[in-house]
């Protein structure tokens, strides 16, 4: 299910509002896609000129937009791609606490142009498809808990 977001949200920019949504437009769409975790398409394509990100470690200025890719991968063989999709969501899920206020994910296509500092990769050419919803990532955590064995977040606890 989408809906549509208040216009200083994302003109036009359209809400997945359950894990469902985000599991289809992965399906559907024939191209590949990335989740980003921000303020949103707006800010990053004005503030980065030319779509770029800065590794926050260093102050490097990257060539590209830093994101974590969507697209099921071969080895994961018939396995639900709605278990894919909330694997994805929640191995990024600390950064939206960890990154400023407002950030929050959503949906991007583009060409990938390179990898950042920790392997994720760059997107440059690209272009928003939907905000994720905040009640999507809980609906990942909760199926990620329902899963066998010792599932979390990428961001482990020394």
């Given amino acids: 299910m989408t809906r549509r977001r208040p216009a ?3 003109p036009g920019l ?12 992965v399906e559907r769409v ?3 896609l990335y989740v980003r975790w921000s303020r949103g398409p707006e800010p990053d394509l004005a503030h980065h000129a030319g779509a770029s990100s800065t590794d926050d470690l ?4 990257l060539p590209g937009l830093s994101a974590n890719p969507l697209g099921v991968e071969p080895w994961w063989s018939d396995r639900p791609v709605r278990l894919w999709v909330a694997r994805r969501l929640h191995d990024y899920s600390h950064l939206r606490h960890d990154k400023a206020p407002g950030v929050r994910p959503w949906v991007l296509s583009g060409r990938e142009a390179g990898r ?6 760059l997107v440059r050419d690209v272009r928003p498809m939907a905000w994720i919803d905040p ?4 609906e990942a955590e909760d199926e990620v808990r329902r899963q066998r064995g010792p599932w979390g977040p990428l961001r482990r606890a020394p």
Avoid: F, W
Avoid at 58 to 61: A, E, F, L, N, P
Avoid at 116 to 121: A, H, K, R, V
């Fill in 116 to 121: 950042g500092p920790d392997n994720e990769p």
């Fill in 135 to 138: 009640r999507v990532i809980d």
């Fill in 58 to 61: 260093t102050g490097t200025s």
């Fill in 8 to 10: 200083a949200a994302q």
């Fill in 30 to 32: 024939g191209e590949p």
């Fill in 14 to 25: 359209p809400v997945l509002t359950t894990l469902d949504a985000v599991a289809a437009l």
